[in-house]
């Protein structure tokens, strides 16, 4: 069992950064590729970025590549997820998730994912 509790979202104005965090309980989390979704108004829940259990290998939505960096370290049962360039059309709620499958092209699939955070909500200024 995996629980996940993001932080550090809120309100940034069109080009600025923030980065989230999220934070996982369990000894196994080094096992767990980890990733971000996000969920904006009326809109279905889409894939962000994603991390293999090493971080070795990333994966990114073609909407935040160049500007997110997804990174993670195992000793703090921690990933974060570096927002930069933020766009107004980056306002959602980001979620943290956990899944026990290694990283492929699958991953961007909702129903791959074994875990969820709560989320945290990032809004975006124009």
């Known amino acids: 069992q995996v629980q996940l509790v993001e932080s550090g979202g809120g309100l940034v104005q069109a080009g600025g950064s923030l980065r989230l965090s999220c934070a996982a309980s369990?000894?196994?989390?080094?096992?767990?590729?980890m990733g971000w979704f996000r969920q904006a108004p009326g809109k279905e829940r889409e894939f962000v970025a994603a991390?293999?259990?090493?971080?070795?290998?990333?994966r990114y939505a073609d909407s935040v590549k160049g500007r997110f960096t997804i990174s993670r370290v195992n000793a703090k049962n921690t990933v974060y997820l570096q927002m930069n360039s933020l766009k107004p059309e980056d306002t959602a709620v980001y979620y943290c998730?956990?899944?026990?499958?290694?990283?492929?092209?699958?991953?961007?699939?909702?129903?791959?994912?074994?875990?969820w955070g709560q989320g945290t909500q990032v809004t975006v200024s124009s």
């Open positions: 369990g000894r196994t989390f080094s096992s767990y590729t």
């Open positions: 998730a956990a899944d026990d499958q290694a990283l492929s092209f699958t991953s961007i699939r909702l129903d791959r994912w074994d875990y």
């Open positions: 991390i293999s259990w090493n971080g070795g290998s990333t």
